[in-house]
């Protein structure tokens, strides 16, 4: 509403594109803001960001899963575990990411595949017998064979950033990007 009084001629038009998807459309100007994960963090030069919220990090396992009855541990608990990474070419910096996080916890992980979707993710976990991070608000209700667990490092957060080019773009998309990320 506020942006409707403010900017009374504009349109808003929502896409559902992957985390590359964006920054490709938001360096062509494609599209004016990009609201993407904590692989926007690590685009502070390229972009103007605002981070909007900092999420827990969440462990999905496979239900069968040692740790899978431990409703929260520190991440140094998954040190030999094998992880799903991510496609750079789906999300760029994930694995990044994932590689700092757990090097905080005081180890590298090893990856046994890298997906480009969620529905990727869930289903190698299982296969792989693998352990994914992802942020709080994927463990809604969990496909059949993965289990979420809380990690107890209050450091382990994931951030949700909200980004557009810098010295360019509209006032309306200053102003979104300012609205976004109170």
Not at 17 to 36: H, K, S
């Amino acid at each position: 509403a506020v942006l409707k009084t403010e900017f009374p001629d504009l349109k808003l038009l929502w896409f559902d594109q992957t985390p590359f998807e964006q920054l490709e459309a938001l360096r062509a100007g494609l599209i004016d803001v990009a609201v993407i994960g904590q692989e926007g963090a690590l685009l502070a030069d390229e972009f103007y960001q605002r981070c909007r919220a900092k999420l827990q990090v969440r462990v999905a396992l496979p239900t069968d899963h040692v740790l899978s009855s431990w409703e929260t541990f520190p991440l140094a608990e998954l040190n030999a575990e094998v992880f799903i990474g991510v496609a750079e070419t789906a999300v760029p910096g994930r694995n990044r990411w994932i590689k700092q996080l757990c090097a905080k916890a005081g180890f590298r992980p090893r990856f046994a595949v890298h997906t480009s979707n969620i529905t990727e993710t869930f289903t190698s976990i299982i296969s792989e017998h693998a352990v994914a991070l992802l942020p709080d608000y994927q463990e809604g209700v969990p496909p059949p064979g993965v289990t979420f667990a809380r990690l107890s490092d209050s450091w382990a957060r994931w951030g949700l950033y909200v980004l557009r080019q810098r010295g360019r773009g509209s006032p309306a998309a200053r102003r979104l990007v300012e609205l976004i990320g109170r």
